[in-house]
């Protein structure tokens, strides 16, 4: 193993400069993954740009129509935070339930993300709210929308010098809420086999007027369905509505099989926990009335 530089960057401009020029430089948040990673020989980073330093990449905001999260704020201030639980439960679940405590004091959600893992707990709750990333790169800033961020498993669409400086949430509308749940083979400290999150918005009378589902390890990158998305909504989430969301999401899933579950066993958990997210979701619908 070579030596490595740490650097922690003031500025945002300073930041892509030390990514675009430094030989194999790697943005580093809270290094959970990324550390992990180097010791095995899975990536060999020539340094270490440590992006804490620089000011709003840590901290939540909560702005007249959404919600701001530094890049590098660790889940467990997401998972800790009142106003995220009461707006985006969903999302506090799913971050509350990244590794341990003591993973979840140093885990940012823009690492969670960047790493591309398909079974990165955070990303179908985010991609589920709809979320768009900041992204800052020696082209100036660009948004992108969660879900367009990876390509593959550890690969994302990001260039040279870019770096996710936030990650921005709509804030719900009235009688919206989200789930998420997860499967794993043990109790906790695993990775997902499965995750599923949903966002629901109903009207005055319970019809369902907007709906996002999505999936986790179940596909490459974070599975999306619009077509499963219109089976719910028009419908007073009956559970034919349910049932028919589940098989479309079911048939558009592409699973590998490996020593965590086979593909048959990840796309049956999958229409397990959909159910189940939906469900979830508009009951934290109906206790709003
Ligand atoms: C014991 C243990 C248990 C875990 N359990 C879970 C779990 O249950 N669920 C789960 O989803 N994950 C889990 N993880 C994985 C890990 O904790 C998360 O993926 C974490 O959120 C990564 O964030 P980080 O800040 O540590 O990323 P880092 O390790 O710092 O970085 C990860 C990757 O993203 C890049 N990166 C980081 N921040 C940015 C940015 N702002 N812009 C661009 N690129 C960036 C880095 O260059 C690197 O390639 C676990 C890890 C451990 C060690």
Request: hydrophobic letters at 45%.
């Given at each position: 193993m070579g030596v490595q530089a740490y650097r922690a960057p003031r500025s945002i401009p300073e930041a892509?400069?030390?990514?675009?020029?430094?030989?194999?430089?790697?943005?580093?948040?809270?290094g959970t993954d990324l550390?992990?990673?180097?010791?095995?020989?899975?990536?060999?980073?020539?340094s270490f740009i440590d992006l804490k330093r620089i000011p709003g990449m840590l901290g939540i905001e909560q702005l007249p129509s959404l919600w701001r999260i530094g890049a590098a704020t660790a889940c467990g201030e997401v998972a800790s935070h009142p106003g995220l639980r009461s707006e985006l439960?969903?999302?506090v679940e799913a971050a509350g339930l990244i590794g341990s405590k003591q993973v979840q004091g140093?885990?940012?959600l823009g690492g969670n993300l960047c790493n591309a893992s398909p079974a990165a707990d955070s990303v179908p709750a985010l991609v589920a709210n709809r979320a768009v990333?900041?992204?800052a790169g020696p082209e100036g800033e660009r948004r992108i929308a969660a879900e367009c961020l990876t390509l593959g498993p550890g690969r994302t669409v990001l260039g040279r010098g870019e770096f996710v400086c936030a990650i921005e949430i709509p804030r719900p509308a009235a009688r919206q809420s989200d789930a998420y749940l997860r499967f794993i083979p043990r109790t906790e400290m695993d990775i997902a086999v499965v995750g599923a999150a949903a966002s629901l918005r109903v009207d005055e009378g319970g019809r369902c007027i907007a709906a996002r589902i999505a999936l986790g390890a179940v596909a490459p990158t974070v599975l999306t369905s619009p077509e499963?998305?219109?089976?719910?909504?028009?419908?007073?989430l009956e559970p034919e509505a349910i049932a028919a969301c589940v098989a479309i999401a079911q048939a558009a899933c592409s699973p590998i099989?490996?020593?965590?579950?086979?593909a048959e066993f990840r796309r049956h958990v999958a229409g397990v926990l959909l159910r189940r997210v939906i469900l979830a979701a508009s009951q934290r619908l109906a206790k709003e009335g």
């Amino acid at each position: 193993m070579g030596v490595q530089a740490y650097r922690a960057p003031r500025s945002i401009p300073e930041a892509v400069s030390l990514l675009s020029s430094e030989a194999g430089a790697f943005a580093l948040g809270g290094g959970t993954d990324l550390l992990v990673q180097q010791r095995s020989g899975a990536r060999q980073p020539g340094s270490f740009i440590d992006l804490k330093r620089i000011p709003g990449m840590l901290g939540i905001e909560q702005l007249p129509s959404l919600w701001r999260i530094g890049a590098a704020t660790a889940c467990g201030e997401v998972a800790s935070h009142p106003g995220l639980r009461s707006e985006l439960p969903g999302l506090v679940e799913a971050a509350g339930l990244i590794g341990s405590k003591q993973v979840q004091g140093r885990a940012s959600l823009g690492g969670n993300l960047c790493n591309a893992s398909p079974a990165a707990d955070s990303v179908p709750a985010l991609v589920a709210n709809r979320a768009v990333l900041v992204v800052a790169g020696p082209e100036g800033e660009r948004r992108i929308a969660a879900e367009c961020l990876t390509l593959g498993p550890g690969r994302t669409v990001l260039g040279r010098g870019e770096f996710v400086c936030a990650i921005e949430i709509p804030r719900p509308a009235a009688r919206q809420s989200d789930a998420y749940l997860r499967f794993i083979p043990r109790t906790e400290m695993d990775i997902a086999v499965v995750g599923a999150a949903a966002s629901l918005r109903v009207d005055e009378g319970g019809r369902c007027i907007a709906a996002r589902i999505a999936l986790g390890a179940v596909a490459p990158t974070v599975l999306t369905s619009p077509e499963a998305d219109a089976a719910l909504t028009g419908s007073m989430l009956e559970p034919e509505a349910i049932a028919a969301c589940v098989a479309i999401a079911q048939a558009a899933c592409s699973p590998i099989s490996d020593r965590r579950g086979t593909a048959e066993f990840r796309r049956h958990v999958a229409g397990v926990l959909l159910r189940r997210v939906i469900l979830a979701a508009s009951q934290r619908l109906a206790k709003e009335g």
